[in-house]
């Protein structure tokens, strides 16, 4: 049986910068055998909320830090979310140590994003 916790990230508002680090897997350090673990997380729910009276439009890519190459859209490229509304997807994304989840809102501080996995160490 695996040996993940749940976690739980956010919520926090999105910039209007489509590069900004969103979440990275941690590392850890130390314990009895003095050496360092790479973590990985593994999302399964992410919620984003638009607080605002208008439609704004979201983009996250996965990959490296603060960086939204072509062909690294993961979710939601320019997706809009209606005025009071939210968006969830629900799904298995594994982030590594390098792998860095990043994006942004057309408009800052409107959206706020939160989510939910499970974190693990590498081995």
Not at 91 to 107: H, P, Y
Request: hydrophobic share 45%; no cysteine; net charge neutral.
């Amino acid at each position: 049986m695996a040996a993940n916790k749940t976690f739980r990230f956010g919520p926090v508002a999105l910039t209007n910068t489509l590069t900004t680090n969103i979440l990275n897997p941690p590392t850890a350090t130390g314990g009895t055998n003095g050496g360092s673990s790479s973590m990985y997380i593994v999302l399964k729910h992410i919620r984003i909320v638009n607080k605002t009276a208008g439609a704004v439009t979201f983009s996250l890519w996965l990959g490296a830090t603060g960086a939204n190459a072509a062909g690294t859209e993961v979710i939601g490229i320019g997706y809009s979310i209606a005025a009071n509304s939210a968006f969830d997807w629900y799904g298995l994304m594994r982030l590594d140590a390098a792998d860095f989840l990043v994006g942004g809102a057309s408009a800052a501080t409107s959206l706020s994003i939160e989510g939910e996995g499970e974190i693990g160490v590498a081995g």
